[in-house]
């Protein structure tokens, strides 16, 4: 599988967070349409490289800046392009981020209205069944874009000085075939990504639902805890650990401060003797992040994180929780005055550092839902 997934030079063959960063890019006007899909070894992307160069210089002598592109309609045509390939969750972030330097707020409940209008039409793994160099066959982006057209600012300009829409018509028209579906026949109804909040995320958490199980979508289960990753590699393939398939795991501490960083550790393992038995997927939750390329019932970047006292560094083995997909909630049932409880016994103290580059990045980086970043990178507050 190793060998297959990356034959060549180039990213991943399915939509990872590099594929879909690539597409974000195109859909935010910020690289050249048609430049995001062509494969690594094609003269296609030789041709993109060159026209990326000749439009760096010739964006250097005019009047064009990134603040001009970067704008609220055009990250809301990139989450909208995001949400359509069920592309990777680190997207979110990164986006996040990117419009957050120029002061841009991407509002999850925002994220979410959209993703409940914005079906999956790109058929390709992990929510599908084709690879990336099947989507630059099918037309790409601007094959996308164009069957998201009433979904868009068109408006929107691009880094060519010309329009998202005018770039969408320069495309030329469609042909037949099979990756990129029309509005009418999506292979998912709603976007990739679902934002949920309850008392275990009251900054929100997010789910790629078009890459679930259905069957899990909700799903009440017990707690299987997992202080951090040490622990978790420590215990999750001991026979005796006690779990079964309709258990929920959960993993804490691998937020922006605590891991820290925020690896992509999201991604937990079936415990080996459930493994052994069959079981192929069940409910997983962590403050952390999980690369593109992965599928299940997973739920990420749990804010406020484990690090700093969200509600997540309570949670203790045997709780339920309760996932509820389709109405957005994910809620740890436990009431107000035994978390209160939990709270006043073991308080938790945000991590520090004395000195140097970790020093700054604890005390300086932001959340899930701000986009991970240094809060001195961003504008103040109006």
């Known amino acids: ?15 990872g967070t590099a594929s879909s960063m690539a597409i974000v890019t195109e859909a935010l006007g910020m690289s050249l349409p048609g430049s995001a899909s062509p494969p690594a070894v094609t003269a296609d992307r030789i041709r993109a490289a060159e026209r990326t160069g000749a439009a760096a210089v010739a964006l250097g002598t005019s009047k064009i800046t990134p603040s001009q592109v970067i704008t609220p309609k055009s990250v809301e045509n990139a989450l909208r392009a995001l949400l359509a390939i069920g592309g990777s969750t680190n997207a979110v972030i990164h986006l996040t981020a990117v419009a957050g330097r120029l002061g841009i707020p991407v509002d999850l409940a925002r994220l979410d209205a959209l993703g409940r209008e ?18 630059d066959a099918a037309g790409g982006v601007p094959a996308l874009l164009r069957e998201l ?3 868009l600012h068109l408006d929107a300009l691009t880094v060519t000085g010309r329009t998202l ?3 969408i018509e320069a495309s030329g028209p469609g042909f037949a ?5 029309p509005m009418a026949n999506p292979i998912y109804p709603q976007g990739g990504i679902a934002v949920l909040r309850g008392n275990l995320a009251p900054g929100g958490a997010i ?7 259905p069957r899990l979508m909700q799903h009440e289960g017990r707690a299987v805890v997992f202080e951090d990753a040490a622990d978790l590699a420590a215990r999750i393939d001991r026979d005796d650990l006690d779990v079964t398939a309709d258990d929920m795991l959960v ?18 393992p079936i415990p080996k003797k459930l493994a052994r038995a069959g079981v192929k997927d069940m409910v997983r939750i962590s403050d952390g992040r999980m690369s593109g390329t992965a599928a299940g019932t997973i739920v990420l970047h749990v804010t406020p994180e484990a690090a700093v006292g969200g509600p997540l560094a309570y949670v203790r083995n045997g709780d339920r929780i309760r996932l509820d997909v389709p109405a957005r909630r994910f809620d740890l049932l436990v009431d107000d005055a035994e978390m209160a409880r ?17 020093k700054l990045f604890l005390d300086s980086v932001t959340q899930a839902d701000q986009g991970v970043d240094f809060d001195f990178l961003r504008p103040p507050a109006a």
């Open 207 to 213: 789910i790629k639902q078009s890459a679930a199980d």
């Open 165 to 167: 829409g005018e770039e």
């Open 1 to 15: 599988m190793n060998d297959k997934l990356v034959p060549s030079v180039g990213t991943c063959s399915v939509m």
């Open 177 to 181: 075939q099979e990756v990129i579906r």
């Open 118 to 135: 914005t079906p999956v039409l790109v058929d390709l793994k992990p929510s599908g069944s084709f690879y990336m160099e099947d989507f």
């Open 149 to 151: 057209k009433p979904l």
């Open 251 to 268: 993993l804490k501490r691998i937020g922006p401060k605590g891991a820290p960083g925020m690896p992509e550790a999201g991604l937990l």
């Open 342 to 358: 939990r709270r006043a016994e073991a308080p938790v103290t945000s991590p520090t550092a004395e000195r140097g580059y970790r």
